[in-house]
């Protein structure tokens, strides 16, 4: 069983790209579970939300104390205590960020990959809702689901041109980023084998 | 048809399969997805009913309550505060016996204020007259959704559907939605004999003296006593049509050797069934799942129980200034039986606090000091109580 | 006239048509304004009804349990909710296509102050339910306490006049004018010394497909303090003063007034109940209470233009009725 956390903010679509993680693993009949852990309910409160991937139905509900993989939708959470808590060994860590991963990782002093999400989804959806841009970026380094399976969650998600929108961003975004870079540290995640 | 839902999306998709001709909606957290896809269905035409949106829990009730009355299926849902507000006529539609079936969204109640998870507020109104049914996933929710609406029409009793709030309302995983030629096979049209109608008028509602009310009393806590092999008849025939059952009135697993079993209501009997799987502890361990809290199913209890020496009941409520609610009731439950398991009664996750996989590790701890077995809080930090409370 | 013309008169009367949906033989006080503006208005509703009634004397005194005065379908749920089971009972009808009418009846306490919100709801979504409200000024099941309907000055165990009170200290909650702001098709108010206006009053509103309100003045010999063989004559006085205006508003403007042909003298109408009788003692208060009430009596009478000016200036306290010659009940 993998699991992730996804930090973000209110308004940033935090529990939908849980959502639609966790869709797109239902979309290659395997188990998803995705849930939010809300503060308070107003845009730009710091959100967190959990997913859980498995060949086996998902029974736990507790948070992810030890996630394999976190996807951070706001660079400035970086600085928030405890949002790097648990990860585990040799984890990837995704940031929405400008600056370059090598910045990045050199700044917070371990390995972070940063990609540009809101401006790339500002440029192609028109705004900058930063979570499908990072969960194609997440899929393509990780290479735990394919970046089709997404592509189908959003269809059930959106239609028109928002879908059309959506889709164009994912092949954007995967064309960037180095596919399988975290392919290995899958491997070490995978820790049940469940 | 198995989709990836989020629990809410799932629940608002099966009441639209019971064909209830009126709901009535006011939003509370973390109700609020289950009325406003119902909403969206009813809006895309996928759902032909009266959508009120009324301007209180109290008269999210009374409507449902009124609509049941004038010959329509109803259904309402709420949470917490709502749940408080709308007590009054929970209880009023209880004594009339009305087959209305709603959710409740478990939510902590104020004060202090939360907005997440435990059962304080369906346990606030045990005494309503419901039938409650608590939810350990989502396909339970949804399925425990249409055999609410059999159960209640058969037995003039209404049920309120538990299922905790945000852990299954908030979580998307892979639920079966039926389809409707099967809802319809399981769940006939509406049944009620005593509805409003000008070709037979009846009188409902009156003042009731002293000379009938104990028997009208006595009848209601009948019913809901009688209820419990419909509750379980319901839940055959459910298995019977999709496979899958939603446990009847209980259910307990593990090795069978175990004499130490952990009592629980909802979605946390995940979250003990990975523990156990994932980290046996050293002495086995059953888990017995609680589904109907009302009526209490003290005699499948006791057989359930039945060679314990231990219980440990864990709930997500309190009595303050007594203590467990559930594991009072289980302990007057076995309170008949010669050698009863000893009983450890424990909140937990109070307010929508985490309950971690090490829990059970906590729980089997208590077993060590078996002369102490009064009622706690078992995930109260210490550090964070007052001096004079720890 | 013989025998014989007498007894055929009295079984003429026993036929006439006139659908009785409130039975004789419950258990209201000697009387009690409420009864009859309940039965006048379950007669002029006629059978294909359902009504929500919430808690208060009427459905108190008319459902002893094991019998019911009731000859429609009746439902009493709780005290603030009248509205909202009657909302819920039109939106079932609604979608069952019966064009059966609902009726929600509550009384002041459970219209103005606790029923209130739901009230409101109700208007505001637009369901098909005529609204009446029972108004006699008070709590009157319970014993007399006061409402947000009771009138300035009134007496009542919760507002009583002392040395520092001179009874309720507030004003008589202007329900119609709330209710008229809805803009719903109808909102009036009418009396039970006027039993041709309310039956005029509910053909309307049962005839609108939309929210409608009626409020009816129901006088109460024991709350008020009056003998019940003057109820009528004191509900008729309250009109004639200007101190309850019967009007029509639709959508919130004014439709219609019955005008007053000679308004009296608020004392007339005060000196009759004892829950006034602490503003007739030789008190500076008291006369200055009693100056405050005509200056509310004169004020409706100017807004609502009662004084007999306008359009309906012959149709004053239902001379309608006095000019055909007597009480009509067809």
């Known amino acids: 069983m993998l699991e992730i956390r996804i930090h973000g903010r209110g308004g940033q679509g935090n529990v939908v790209a849980a959502y639609l993680l966790a869709a797109a693993a239902f979309e290659v009949q395997r188990y998803g579970q995705a849930f ?19 060949d086996q139905p998902i029974r736990r509900r507790n948070q992810v104390l030890t996630p394999a993989f976190l996807i951070i939708q706001d660079q400035a959470l970086l600085h928030v205590p405890g949002v790097l808590d648990g990860l585990l060994p040799g984890g990837g860590v995704l940031v929405n960020s400008n600056l370059s991963s090598a910045e990045l990782s050199a700044n917070a002093g371990r390995a972070l990959v940063g990609l540009p999400a809101s401006a790339l989804a500002k440029e192609i959806l028109g705004k900058p809702v930063p979570n499908t841009a990072l969960l194609a970026g997440f899929l393509a380094l990780s290479g735990i689901l394919p970046v089709d399976a997404l592509n189908r969650a959003l269809t059930h998600r959106f239609k028109g041109d928002v879908l059309e929108r959506n889709l164009r961003l994912v092949e954007t975004v995967t064309s960037r980023v180095p596919a399988g870079l975290w392919a290995t540290t899958q491997e070490v995640a995978d820790v049940t084998g469940a | ?35 406003e896809n119902i909403a969206k269905l009813v809006a895309d035409g996928q759902f032909k009913c009266e959508f ?30 709502g749940i408080l507000l709308m007590a009054e006529v929970l209880y009023n539609i209880a004594g009339m016996r009305v087959p209305l079936v709603m959710t409740c969204a478990n939510r902590a109640v104020s004060a202090p204020l939360s907005i997440w998870n435990d059962q304080q507020d369906s346990m ?47 979580t998307l995983e892979v639920i079966d939605i039926p389809d409707q030629a099967q809802v319809d096979e399981f769940l006939p049209p509406y049944q009620f004999a005593r509805t409003l109608d000008p070709r037979n008028p009846i009188s409902i509602g009156t003042l009731i003296s002293p000379d009938y009310y104990s028997e009208a009393r006595h009848s209601h806590h009948q019913a809901l006593l009688n209820a419990q092999a419909e509750i379980i008849a319901v839940d055959n025939a459910w298995a019977a049509l999709t496979g899958r ?40 361990v059953k888990l017995i799942k609680l589904r109907a809290f009302r009526p209490f199913p003290a005699a499948a209890l006791r057989a359930a129980c039945a060679g314990l020496t231990d219980i440990i009941v864990l709930e997500r409520a309190l009595s303050p200034g007594s203590g467990g609610i559930v594991g009072l009731e289980v302990l007057a439950a076995l309170s008949s039986v010669s050698a009863p398991p000893r009983l450890y009664n424990f909140a937990v996750g109070l307010g929508g606090r985490d309950i971690p996989l090490d829990i059970v590790s906590r729980l089997l701890a208590a077993l060590e000091t078996p002369e102490d077995r009064t009622f706690r809080i078992i995930d109260v930090d210490i550090t964070r109580l007052p001096v004079e409370d720890r | 006239m013989t025998t014989d013309t007498l007894i055929k008169i009295t079984d003429l009367r026993q036929k006439q048509p006139r659908f009785r949906g409130l039975e004789a033989g419950h258990r209201a006080c000697l009387g009690c304004g409420e009864a009859l503006a309940a039965r006048l208005v379950t007669e002029a509703a006629g059978p294909d009804v359902m009504i929500a009634n919430a808690t208060g004397c009427l459905e108190i005194f008319t459902t002893p349990w094991p019998e019911s005065a009731w000859r429609v379908p009746w439902m009493h749920s709780l005290f603030e909710n009248a509205g909202a089971i009657a909302a819920g009972m039109e939106s079932a009808l609604k979608a069952q296509g019966k064009s059966t009418k609902v009726l929600a009846f509550g009384g002041d306490g459970g219209t103005f102050d606790i029923g209130f919100q739901a009230l ?19 709590y009157m099941n319970t014993g007399i306490q006061r409402s947000s309907s009771t009138p300035h000055a009134a007496m009542t165990t919760t507002s009583p006049p002392g040395k520092e009170r001179m009874g309720k200290r507030h004003l008589k909650k202007d329900i119609v004018s709330i209710v ?44 008020w303090g009056h003998e019940g063989d003057e109820s009528i004559e004191i509900a008729r006085l309250a009109v004639q003063t200007g101190l309850f205006p019967l009007v029509e508003l639709e959508r919130g403007g004014l439709a219609g007034v019955m005008p007053i042909r000679h308004p009296k003298p608020v004392q007339d109408y005060l000196r009759r109940q004892q829950r006034f009788r602490h503003l007739f003692v030789d008190d500076l208060r008291a006369q200055q209470e009693l100056a405050h009430i005509q200056a509310i009596a004169d004020h409706n009478i100017e807004i609502y233009d009662l004084a007999g000016t306008g359009r309906n200036a012959q149709d004053s306290e239902g001379m309608s009725l006095v000019r055909r010659g007597g009480d009509r009940w067809a």
């Open chain 1, 36 to 54: 939010p852990n809300f503060g308070a309910e107003r845009r730009g409160a710091p959100v967190v939300a959990f997913v859980r991937i498995a």
């Open chain 2, 1 to 35: 048809m198995l989709q990836a839902l989020e629990g809410s999306q799932a629940v608002a998709r099966a009441v639209a399969l019971c064909r209830p001709q009126v709901v009535s909606a006011y939003p509370i957290t973390p109700q609020t997805h289950i009325v």
């Open chain 2, 52 to 81: 009120v949106s009324v301007e209180s829990e109290f008269s999210a009730a009374s409507v449902a309550l009124g609509a049941a009355m004038a010959g329509v299926r109803a259904y309402t849902a709420s949470a917490s505060q």
């Open chain 2, 124 to 170: 606030a109104v045990r005494d309503a007259g419901w039938i409650q049914l608590y939810c350990a996933d989502n396909q339970e929710a949804v399925d425990t959704t249409m055999q609410a609406y059999l159960i209640a029409e058969r037995t003039e009793l209404p049920v309120m559907v538990c299922m905790d709030g945000f852990t299954l309302t908030h």
């Open chain 2, 245 to 284: 059952s939603s446990g009847g009135l209980l259910t307990i697993e593990g090795p069978a050797e175990a004499t130490v079993a952990i009592l629980v209501l909802g979605s946390v009997l995940g979250t003990l069934q990975a523990s156990l799987d994932e980290y046996p502890p050293a002495i086995p």
């Open chain 3, 120 to 138: 409101s709801g109700m208007l505001e979504r637009g369901h098909n339910v005529l609204y009446v409200c029972f108004d006699n000024e008070a």
């Open chain 3, 180 to 223: 008229a702001a809805h803009h719903i098709p109808y909102a009036a108010t009418s009396s039970v010394a006027y039993p041709s206006d309310i039956r005029k009053k509910i053909r309307r509103a049962m005839a609108i497909d939309g929210p409608t309100f009626l409020q009816i003045h129901c006088p109460c010999p024991l709350g």
